[in-house]
């Protein structure tokens, strides 16, 4: 069923925030909704969104539940993406691929150490493992979509020259809530 769909080029802006300092082109290792943990099977990912308030709604979220919770702002940083290799997947889709989209903003998929993956995540690595270059799938933070890019040679990925904005994670998350 994966491989039947049909990739489309993409080229853009998108967005990408992270902790102060961080890279913001270093592939995640660590799993997430679209890759299983490294401890099951790697499959480096970069999370970014095609809005700039996904990209900060999706790390304030996960910021919000660590403890102590952190009081550094974050750094958002635009992004020019070029990927040969991009699959779309909307709600329906990703529905007839059996994700449980009432679940979906729910963080139900594996962690560090843990197993099965979540079907997301066995979603994000077959399409890698199909030589996909990237995803586009809604946002569970922001009503936007967001571009997950797969660590494959035919991305580039480019830190666009306005170079990156310092945000109050914690300001927007008050003001969204």
């Known amino acids: 069923m994966l491989a039947d769909l049909t990739p489309q080029r993409f080229e853009g802006t998108v967005w990408r ?14 799993g997430g909704r679209w890759a299983p943990p490294s401890s099951y099977q790697s499959v480096p990912v ?11 709604a999706e790390i304030a979220s ?4 660590l403890v102590p919770r952190p009081s550094k702002p ?7 993406a070029r990927a040969t290799d991009v699959i ?13 989209f009432d679940r979906y903003g ?19 690595a077959a399409l890698s493992f199909l030589g996909i270059d990237g995803l586009i799938v809604p946002s569970a933070r922001w009503p936007c979509c967001n571009l ?15 170079g990156q904005e310092q945000v109050d994670w914690s300001q927007f998350l008050g003001q969204s809530d």
Do not use: C
């Open 17 to 30: 925030a992270t902790r102060l300092n961080q890279d913001p082109l270093a592939f995640s290792y660590n």
């Open 74 to 80: 974050i750094a958002v940083h635009r992004l020019v």
């Open 148 to 162: 997950i890019l797969f660590d494959n040679l035919d991305n580039q990925i480019e830190i666009n020259d306005d």
């Open 106 to 124: 729910e963080r139900s998929y594996a962690a560090m150490g843990e197993a099965p993956p979540s079907r997301t995540q066995e979603i994000g």
């Open 46 to 56: 970069l999370y970014t969104s095609l809005e700039r308030e996904g990209a900060i």
């Open 62 to 65: 996960w910021l919000s539940m």
């Open 88 to 100: 779309t997947l909307d709600a329906p889709a990703l529905i007839g691929l059996g994700v449980n």
